[in-house]
C-alpha cells in the first residue's frame, strides 16, 4: 500500500498569514494526489486534485504543487473559513490512501 | 445540486450484519463511480470500497474483502454496503462519495451515518 506522511498534524496561524501543509508518498503517484477540507456539520469538500488543479469553486488563495513523493498545498491571505483540517489522498493505486490529516486553527 | 444521504446506520453487536444505504441525487447516477469511506472516531479518513458505474467492478480494502458488499441500484440512483461479520474495529462514520469520471478521487461526499460495533 502507499503509505501518505502528512505534516504536520497541528496548525496555528492567524487570518491573513499564509501557511503550507505537506503531503509525502511512500513511492512515485505522479501527480494522482487530492486534497480536501473537513469542517464539522459539512461535506468533505473536495480542493484540488492532480496535484496542482483547483477544483471548481475553490479560491484562488489555495494551492498545490509536487509530483512524485512530495506535495504541499498551501493556503495564502488566510480567511477565517479556511480553519479546518485538511487531508491528502492518492489515487494513482488501489487501496485507495489518505494522510493522517492537519488540523489547521486560529492563532 | 448534487446530494448524497447515507442512511441505516446504528448500533450492531459484533459478529451481526448492516446494510448501509446511499441516495443520490442531483447527478445521473448511473454515470458515476461511487466509493464508501469512513473514519473511525478520533480518526483519519479511510477508503472502504469502490464501484464502477454499471457495477461490474468493485474494488475493497483488504481488512473488508470477504466481510462487506458493495452494490447500486441504478434505477433507485441508490448505493448500498453490507456489512457482515461486523467487528469492533468496524466502528466508524461512514461516507458515500462520488468519483469523478474516470478518476479515483472524490468530487462529491455525503455527510456520513454513524456505525457503532458493540456489546
Known amino acids: 500500500d502507499v503509505q501518505m506522511t502528512q505534516s504536520p498534524s497541528y496548525l496555528a496561524a492567524s487570518p491573513g498569514e499564509s501557511v503550507s501543509i505537506s503531503c509525502k508518498a511512500s513511492k512515485s503517484i505522479s501527480n494522482n494526489l487530492a486534497w480536501y477540507q473537513e469542517k464539522p456539520g459539512k461535506a468533505n469538500k473536495l480542493l484540488i486534485h492532480s496535484g496542482s488543479t483547483l477544483q471548481s469553486g475553490t479560491p484562488s488563495r489555495f494551492s498545490g504543487s509536487g509530483s512524485g513523493t512530495d506535495f504541499t498545498l498551501t493556503i495564502r491571505s488566510l480567511e477565517s473559513e479556511d480553519f479546518a483540517v485538511y487531508y491528502c489522498?492518492?489515487?494513482?493505486?488501489?487501496?485507495?490512501?489518505f494522510g493522517s490529516g492537519t488540523k489547521l486553527e486560529i492563532k | 445540486e448534487v446530494q448524497l444521504v447515507e442512511s441505516g446506520g446504528g448500533l450492531v453487536q459484533p459478529g451481526r450484519s448492516l446494510k448501509l444505504s446511499c441516495a443520490a441525487s442531483g447527478f445521473t447516477f448511473s454515470d458515476y463511480n461511487m466509493a464508501w469511506v469512513r473514519q473511525a472516531p478520533k480518526k483519519g479518513l479511510e477508503w472502504v470500497a469502490t464501484i464502477s458505474y454499471d457495477g461490474s467492478s468493485t474494488y475493497y480494502r483488504d481488512s473488508v474483502k470477504g466481510r462487506f458488499t458493495i452494490s447500486r441500484d441504478n434505477a433507485k440512483s441508490t448505493l448500498y454496503l453490507q456489512m457482515d461479520s461486523l467487528r469492533s474495529e468496524d466502528t466508524a462514520t461512514y461516507y458515500c462519495a462520488r468519483h469523478l469520471g474516470a478518476s479515483w478521487y472524490f468530487d462529491y461526499w455525503g455527510q456520513g451515518v454513524m456505525v457503532t460495533v458493540s456489546s
Open positions: 489522498q492518492q489515487y494513482n493505486e488501489y487501496p485507495l490512501t
